[in-house]
Nanobody
């Protein structure tokens, strides 16, 4: 069974940077794209960014465009997706999740494999 494990979260001051990683393990899986979502307390889970495995085409939420960069590394026997987050703002504070989808979608319900999440806290 495939598992996605996020890492790299933490506490950072506004204007700072963090890089999140998402490693897939436990076997092979059918995936069209990988995405990052986030969920702040009392809010719905929202799309942040996604990257297609084929061609590396990326997509970003307007709120992070120009500040966040998603990338992937699908070297032999490893699958890792990164989210480089720069110029962080307090409103970026949330639990960040990586997920896999077999379709081109920004909808959370379109993703079928999820990680456990990593906390990102941005202080003002």
């Amino acid at each position: 069974q495939v598992q996605l494990v996020e890492s790299g979260g933490g506490l950072v001051q506004a204007g700072g940077s963090l890089r999140l990683s998402c490693a897939a393990s436990g076997g092979t899986f059918s995936s069209y794209a990988m995405g990052w979502f986030r969920q702040a307390p009392g809010k719905e889970r929202e799309f942040v960014a996604a990257i297609m495995w084929s061609g590396g085409i990326t997509s970003y939420a307007d709120s992070v465009k120009g500040r966040f960069t998603i990338s992937r590394d699908n070297a032999k026997n490893t699958v890792t997706v990164y989210l480089q987050m720069n110029s962080l703002k307090p409103e970026d504070t949330a639990v960040y999740y990586c997920a896999s989808t077999t379709a081109a979608t920004r909808r959370a319900d379109g993703y079928n494999v999820w990680g456990q999440g990593t906390q990102v806290t941005v202080s003002s």
